[in-house]
């Protein structure tokens, strides 16, 4: 049986394809509510649900009193198989994510919270963390040229580098790679997991996401040579200002 396309569908589809084909810019304001509702001959109620699935879908933001824009970002590119054993002490942040944010001709910055805290469940079992062992946590926001690019919260075993300047405030040089390999826990090995789901409200108030903008969760666990879990980061990325890249090498 055929489907039958809605009102609704037939605004937001010529309006998605008008932004697709670049008829409407990023950062191009969308005629008003009457003007589409004249445009297309439907009512009121019709334009605001087109609307709101563009916004949904991340196409379309709105602003009190501004009206309608066609959202302009642009992505961030981040290379996540790029070594993360950082040398430099001529600039800060230094890790390879804001190395990266550089050679894109941008700027990064970050925002570091530093607290010793009993990790979540999944946390802790990642960790190896038995009954009432703490962890050190560096809760990050990361920025990009003056906005907000991703959250990225930092564990590792508050028994492997309680005291050291990884449990210090602010940007660790030449890296926390760098004080682990000094205690003998470098890591060898890393494992990444990505999820994609909807951010909690607390996630996409500090984000600043348009409504319906999903995320993506990075978590990366780290071992040293034997076998001991390091480092687990989580990361949360909004999907609308980030693409993950991995770079792998094939044997013949």
Same mark, same amino acid.
């Given at each position: 049986?055929?489907? /039958?396309?809605?009102?609704?569908?037939?605004? *937001?589809?010529?309006?998605?394809? %008008?932004? =697709?084909?670049?008829?409407?810019?990023?950062?191009?304001?969308?005629?008003?509510?009457?003007?589409?509702?004249?445009? =297309?001959?439907?009512?009121?109620?019709? /334009?605001?649900?087109?609307?709101?699935? @563009?916004?949904? #879908?991340?196409? +379309?933001?709105?602003?009190?009193?501004?009206? =309608?824009?066609?959202?302009?970002?642009?992505? @961030? +590119?981040?290379?996540?198989?790029?070594?993360?054993?950082?040398?430099?002490?001529? /600039?800060?942040?230094?890790?390879?994510?804001?190395?990266? +944010?550089?050679?894109?001709?941008?700027?990064? !910055? #970050?925002?570091?919270?530093?607290?010793?805290? *009993?990790?979540?469940?999944?946390?802790?079992? !990642?960790?190896?963390?038995?009954?009432?062992?703490?962890?050190?946590?560096? %809760?990050?926001?990361?920025?990009?040229?003056?906005?907000?690019?991703?959250?990225?919260?930092?564990?590792?075993?508050? %028994?492997?580098?309680?005291?050291?300047?990884i449990a210090q405030p602010g940007d660790v040089l030449p890296g926390t790679y760098a004080v682990l390999r000094d205690l003998g826990y470098?890591?060898?090995?890393?494992?990444?997991?990505?999820?994609?789901?909807?951010?909690? !409200? #607390?996630?996409? *108030?500090?984000?600043?996401?348009?409504?319906?903008?999903?995320?993506?969760?990075?978590?990366?666990?780290?071992?040293?040579?034997?076998?001991?879990? +390091?480092?687990?980061?989580?990361?949360?990325?909004?999907?609308?200002?980030?693409?993950?890249?991995?770079?792998?090498? #094939?044997?013949?």
């Amino acid at each position: 049986m055929r489907r /039958v396309t809605t009102l609704t569908e037939t605004v *937001a589809d010529d309006l998605r394809a %008008k932004i =697709y084909a670049g008829e409407l810019a990023p950062g191009e304001r969308l005629p008003s509510e009457p003007e589409l509702m004249s445009a =297309y001959g439907v009512s009121r109620t019709t /334009v605001r649900r087109a609307l709101l699935q @563009l916004i949904h #879908e991340g196409l +379309v933001q709105s602003q009190q009193g501004v009206g =309608y824009h066609v959202r302009s970002v642009t992505p @961030l +590119v981040w290379v996540a198989s790029r070594p993360e054993r950082n040398t430099r002490m001529d /600039v800060s942040p230094a890790d390879a994510w804001s190395l990266g +944010v550089r050679e894109q001709g941008r700027e990064p !910055r #970050e925002d570091i919270e530093v607290g010793i805290v *009993a990790p979540p469940g999944r946390v802790a079992a !990642r960790l190896g963390l038995g009954e009432g062992e703490s962890a050190v946590v560096r %809760k990050r926001e990361r920025w990009v040229d003056g906005q907000v690019m991703l959250l990225a919260d930092t564990y590792y075993p508050e %028994k492997l580098v309680g005291g050291t300047p990884i449990a210090q405030p602010g940007d660790v040089l030449p890296g926390t790679y760098a004080v682990l390999r000094d205690l003998g826990y470098g890591w060898v090995r890393s494992q990444d997991e990505i999820t994609i789901r909807m951010p909690t !409200r #607390e996630e996409s *108030a500090r984000l600043g996401l348009a409504e319906g903008t999903p995320v993506g969760e990075h978590v990366r666990t780290s071992w040293a040579a034997d076998g001991t879990p +390091v480092r687990l980061q989580v990361s949360v990325l909004p999907g609308d200002r980030n693409v993950i890249v991995y770079e792998l090498e #094939e044997e013949a």
